[in-house]
């Protein structure tokens, strides 16, 4: 395994969730391409004592709302390209292709080759190394696919950079076209909550957080004036909670009658 910075060894935790919700709670996740990965990831990663059912329902909860919101432009754009920022480890290529769609990955180099290793390229699906947050990796896609309608997903990434520089890139997409953007978010209040507890239980109390989200409306006006608001969701409010621990249902309950984490859905 290469050596990961504090940021992007947080790319374990979405993975080891979605391997507890396809091994337990196939109904929220089910992920064969995780599966089949466990037995090549570290051994001190896959022990999970530290971690509650939420906590790694938390990370699976993630994959499954970004599934949906693909799954659900596609529908409506068959012909649309999906890029996934900050991709790490994830697998929604294998859980929501449709045999036409052109993918992209982003990620660090050093990321994208450890990606490599584990996820060779699949026929469809191009691994992009490089800054998320630079233009790069849209002018490559605007090469490949100049008029193609863009879902661009950033999941579990925002949280990590100052607000300046995650409206800078939102604001730059804007030159490329028709472009929506899927991200979740935390509130300032569920942005404490992490810090205390989540982080911690995951084994990242390192990882500072930074960006937050109160209201997706002062969201969009600060991105600018053309920004639309496609879904403003409640985190788990399309997660399905049968079979669940009452702490999971309880603390699941909480995080959305208050807002602390939310699907944001934007169209640039």
Known sequence: MPHLGIIEDTLFIPMLGRIYASEHCPHILYDQKALELRKKLPLELLKQARQSQYTL????????NMDRYILAFLRRRPGGVVAQLGCGLETSYYRC??????WYAVDLPHVIKYRRELLPEPEREIYLPGDAFTENWIKQIRTDAPDAPLLVTASGLFHYFEEAKVLRMLQMLRQFGEVEVVFDAVSKRGMSMMRKKYMRQVGHADAQMY??????TELAKKVNSHTKILADESYYSGIPQNGLLLSTKVCMAVS????????????I
């Open 256 to 267: 959305d009658r208050l807002r602390m984490v939310k699907m944001i859905h934007l169209k």
């Open 97 to 102: 292709d449709h045999g036409k769609t052109r």
């Open 57 to 64: 329902l938390a990370s699976a909860a993630r994959s499954a």
């Open 211 to 216: 960006f937050h989200v109160d209201s997706a």
